[in-house]
C-alpha cells in the first residue's frame, strides 16, 4: 500500500529519511500547487530525479544546458531523435558519445543534489510514496539519502551566507588578480572566471554562468574570499553596461608549462581586451557533438588567445603553443581527427579546423 500524506505534517527530509532507513525501493511523488517532484529509490538509496515524460521538459536535460554541456544545436538533435526512437536521454547521451558513463554519473548526482536542495525546503505539499514505481533504466549513480540531505542542509545554509555577501543582485564583479598557476579550478569554475569582465552584474554572471545557480554563488564567493574579484560599481536594470574593467596582471610568466586554469582566465580578461573582434577564430568542429574533441579545440583556442596577448600576434603554428609553454604538446593531438591550424590573410585572424581522420 502507498505511502502518503500531507508536508505540513511529515518534512520532506523525514519522509526521505524513511524511505532511506527503511531501505525502500519505489518512487517518493511530492507535489506543491503545479510544481511536482519525484524522487527514485532503489534499496533506500537515490538514484534519478528525473520525471518520465517529454524530453524537453526532463530535468536531467535542463541541468545539462544549464551547465553547458548540451549546446542548442544538440538538444535539438536529441528531441528529434527521442521522437523518432523513444530512447531515453541517459541512453541517447551515452550511445551518441556526447558524454561518457562517468562523467555523465557525475552530472547525473549534481543534478539529484541540485533538485534536493530545492525539494527539502518545501513546507507545504503533499508526498505519495509508491513501491511499485520502479526506476526502468540501469542507475548511472547511487546517492545515500543520508548523504543527500545532509548535502542540501548545507546548501540551505551556505546559500544564507551567499545572500549576505551578494545581497545586490545589480552589482557589478571585476576581477582583482589572477588565480596562482597551481590553484586546483574545475573547467566550469574557469568558464565562470572568464565570464567575469567588470561590466557584468551578479545576477548576469550566475546566469551565464555553466553552473546550477548554488554552484555558481559558491564558487563566486571562493574567488572573492581568494581576493580574485571584487565589486565595481552597479548597475541599475535596464542601463547599458559600460566598458570592459581589465583584470591587473600582478604574477610574471615563470617558463613553466601553465594550466589552463590560468589560461582561460587571462585569456577573457586580458588578451581578448587588448585584441578585441580582430583575432576572434573561426573554428569547425566536424558534426556528431563529441563533446571531448570539442573541449580540446576550446583549450587551444584559449591558448591561442593567449600567446597572441603576449606577443602581439598570432603564433605561426600550434607547435609554438607548446614551444612557448602554453599548453602541452600532447594537447595538440586531438585522437581520431586531424587538426588544422592557419592564420588568415592579414594576420589579425585564424581558423581552427577539426576534421575526422578517416
Not at 73 to 91: P, V, W, Y
Not at 120 to 140: C, I, K, M, Q
Not at 265 to 294: C, I, M, S, W, Y
Request: hydrophobic share 40%.
Amino acid at each position: 500500500m502507498a505511502l502518503q500524506g500531507n508536508l505540513r505534517d511529515f518534512s520532506a527530509m523525514e519522509i526521505l529519511q524513511l524511505v532511506g532507513s527503511q531501505r525502500k525501493s519505489g518512487c517518493l511523488v511530492m507535489e506543491w500547487g503545479a510544481e511536482r517532484f519525484l524522487v527514485w529509490v532503489l534499496d533506500g538509496r537515490i538514484v534519478s530525479t528525473r520525471t518520465l515524460g517529454p524530453l524537453k521538459d526532463d530535468a536531467l536535460a535542463l541541468f545539462l544546458r544549464k551547465v553547458h554541456r548540451l549546446s542548442d544545436e544538440q538538444f535539438k538533435g536529441l528531441l528529434a531523435l527521442n521522437a523518432e526512437t523513444k530512447r531515453d536521454l541517459e541512453d541517447l547521451l551515452l550511445k551518441g558519445r556526447y558524454v561518457d558513463e562517468e562523467t555523465l554519473g557525475i552530472l547525473v548526482e549534481r543534478q539529484i543534489l541540485d533538485d534536493l536542495s530545492r525539494m527539502v525546503r518545501w513546507e507545504n505539499g503533499t508526498y505519495r510514496f509508491d513501491p511499485a514505481s520502479r526506476w526502468p533504466h540501469p542507475p548511472l549513480t547511487s546517492l545515500s539519502v543520508e548523504s543527500g540531505l545532509m548535502e542540501a542542509a548545507r546548501r540551505t545554509d551556505e546559500h544564507r551566507r551567499f545572500v549576505s555577501v551578494f545581497k545586490d543582485p545589480y552589482a557589478i564583479l571585476a576581477i582583482k588578480d589572477v588565480p596562482p598557476a597551481d590553484e586546483p579550478l574545475s573547467d566550469e569554475e574557469r568558464e565562470l572566471f572568464s565570464i567575469v569582465d567588470g561590466r557584468r552584474t551578479v545576477a548576469e554572471i550566475v546566469e551565464a554562468a555553466p553552473l546550477v545557480e548554488f554552484e555558481a554563488y559558491e564558487s563566486l564567493n571562493r574567488m572573492m574570499e581568494s581576493n580574485w574579484l571584487e565589486f565595481a560599481g552597479r548597475r541599475d536594470p535596464g542601463q547599458t553596461a559600460g566598458p570592459t574593467v581589465v583584470a591587473r596582471e600582478t604574477r610574471s610568466r615563470d617558463g613553466r608549462v601553465r594550466e589552463l586554469v590560468v589560461a582561460v582566465a587571462v585569456v577573457a580578461v586580458v588578451g581578448l581586451a587588448r585584441f578585441g573582434a580582430n583575432h576572434l577564430p573561426t573554428t569547425t568542429v566536424p558534426a556528431g557533438h563529441d563533446v571531448h574533441a570539442e573541449a580540446e579545440v576550446r583549450d587551444i583556442r584559449h591558448a591561442v588567445e593567449l600567446f597572441a596577448r603576449e606577443h602581439g600576434h598570432l603564433p605561426a603554428r600550434l607547435v609554438d603553443l607548446a614551444e612557448d609553454h602554453w599548453i602541452d604538446e600532447r594537447h595538440l593531438t586531438v585522437p581520431g581527427y586531424v587538426l588544422r591550424y592557419r592564420v588568415l590573410e592579414g594576420g589579425a585572424r585564424y581558423e581552427l579546423a577539426l576534421q575526422p581522420d578517416r
